[in-house]
């Protein structure tokens, strides 16, 4: 099993910014892909960022250029830098990890608990 967990949200206003970070642990063999999604009351969770453990990066159209999204690959720590942060930013953040553990070799996605961004107008 793979355990994550999530730190590093909290309110904010508009214009601030937040670093999320995201540690993973267990039994990993490896880990291909982390990221973080979001949902919003009302809405279904979306992609927000992720990265692979060759750094290639991916992000949503509404956070380009002002999100950063970097990876500890040694810690299997994920971290998402979040700069000139908009109400509509207001989610739970919940963090990602597409891993092959000692129990299942076949990559599986795991999830963490989620962290509360709340961004201010």
């Known amino acids: 099993q793979v355990q994550l967990v999530e730190s590093g949200g909290g309110l904010v206003q508009a214009g601030g910014s937040l670093r999320l970070s995201c540690a993973a642990s267990?039994?990993?063999?490896?880990?291909?892909?982390m990221g973080w999604y979001r949902q919003a009351p009302g809405k279904q969770r979306e992609l927000v960022a992720v990265?692979?453990?060759?750094?290639?990066?991916n992000y949503a159209d509404a956070v380009k250029g002002r999100f950063t999204i970097s990876r500890d690959n040694a810690k299997n720590t994920v971290y998402l830098q979040m700069n000139s942060l908009k109400p509509e930013d207001t989610a739970v953040y919940y963090c990602?990890?597409?891993?092959?553990?000692?129990?299942?070799?076949?990559?599986?996605?795991?999830w963490g608990q989620g962290t509360q961004v709340t961004v201010s107008s």
């Open positions: 267990g039994s990993i063999l490896s880990i291909s892909a």
């Open positions: 990265i692979t453990s060759g750094d290639s990066t």
């Open positions: 990602n990890a597409r891993a092959s553990t000692i129990t299942r070799i076949r990559p599986y996605d795991y």
